[in-house]
């Protein structure tokens, strides 16, 4: 049985942070938003920066998007602050 595949928003430049975490041109974000996720458990939201040029979507399974929203502080905030919170989170811990 085929998973389901769902879309989220994202800005450009989030995505091209996510594209240079990627380990391989081919491996999915995915891949790369979970494993952010695993760098932590403790997930602390810091925000983007301002003025996004853009907005496009990436392609995620509905089990990932449950995930992702389970890490929201509260119900309207975006799947782009949680994420852009899983990276400052990866980079605390590659600090240590």
């Known amino acids: 049985m085929k998973e ?18 990627k380990i391989h041109p081919r491996q999915s974000y995915e891949e790369v938003i979970l ?12 925000r983007g920066p301002k003025g996004i040029k853009g907005i ?8 990932t998007v449950s995930v ?12 782009e602050e949680v994420i852009w919170g899983l990276m400052g989170k990866r980079g605390e811990y590659e600090k240590r």
């Open 56 to 63: 496009t979507t990436i392609k995620l399974k509905k089990r």
């Open 68 to 79: 992702l929203s389970k890490l929201k502080i509260h119900p309207r905030q975006s799947y």
């Open 35 to 46: 494993g952010l996720k695993g760098k932590g458990s403790d997930v602390q939201i810091s």
């Open 4 to 21: 389901e595949i769902t879309t989220i928003k994202l800005g450009k430049s989030t995505v091209r942070l996510l594209s240079g975490l």
